[in-house]
């Protein structure tokens, strides 16, 4: 079957870094996604990577490694508004969006 | 703006009382979605239409339809809502030729919350 696993919390104070990690199995792979979903509120994009590597934008980076089935979304200078989950998704090679549940991160002052 | 709307925002039925989401986008895209989302879970593909073709995921109960009466509107049905059903139900619209280098990116609207007395 196909699975994405991402931890359910973490948390991290005002000013820090932080990396959420997404693990994945699909069947193929056309790019991985990760979201912002504050609570209560719909998803929005953040980033998108299809080729191995590093992604950055901001204070908010993305990286792949297709070969692990790994990415990694890195937050820097951590704002109490950057309280939110974290979806991770991978199109597969039907391009349907399999999605992760989430990972719920706590900002700290 | 371009945008994708849901309303209602918040939604309280019966047991077993229909009711009816509905979506707007002004994005002009192709793609329109309905997506399940229960707290602290994945957001869960219900259907999708791809201009008019509509495409149902194979474990999408009857319980729930859709209709798209034109690229700008689609609208979701609940036959007869369970207190499983309640939920967030997010609408989500996508271009094949992408937004983002290529990328099929999902804009979602704000989300209609379904609670069931």
């Known amino acids: 079957g196909q699975n994405i696993d991402q931890p359910t919390e973490m948390t991290a104070t005002e000013g820090a870094i932080v990396q959420i990690n997404c693990t994945y199995q699909t069947s193929g792979f056309n790019g991985l996604f990760w979201y912002q979903q504050h609570a209560g509120e719909a998803p929005t994009f953040l980033s998108y990577?299809?080729l191995d590597g590093l992604e950055e934008k901001g204070r908010f980076s993305s990286f792949l490694s297709r070969s692990k089935g790994y990415s990694y979304l890195l937050l820097k200078e951590l704002q109490m508004k950057d309280s939110a989950s974290y979806l991770c998704?991978?199109?597969?090679?039907?391009?349907?969006?399999?999605w992760g549940a989430g990972t719920k991160l706590i900002i700290k002052p | 703006d371009a945008m994708v709307i849901q309303n209602p925002r918040y939604q309280v039925t019966q047991f077993g009382k229909p009711v009816t989401l509905s979506c707007s986008q002004t994005?002009?895209?192709?793609?329109m979605y309905w997506y399940q989302q229960k707290s602290s879970q994945a957001p869960k593909l219900l259907f999708h239409y791809y201009d008019k073709d509509f495409n149902n995921e194979a474990d999408t109960p009857d319980n729930f339809q859709s209709r798209r009466p034109n690229t700008s509107f689609c609208f979701l049905d609940i036959r007869s809502p369970g207190l499983g059903d309640a939920a967030m139900y997010l609408c989500?619209?996508?271009?094949?030729?992408?937004?983002?280098?290529?990328?099929?990116?999902?804009?979602f609207g704000a989300g209609s919350r379904l609670t069931v007395l």
């Open positions: 990577n299809v």
């Open positions: 998704a991978v199109m597969d090679s039907n391009y349907q969006l399999i």
């Open positions: 989500a619209t996508s271009t094949p030729t992408g937004t983002h280098s290529g990328a099929n990116v999902l804009t």
């Open positions: 994005l002009n895209h192709n793609v």
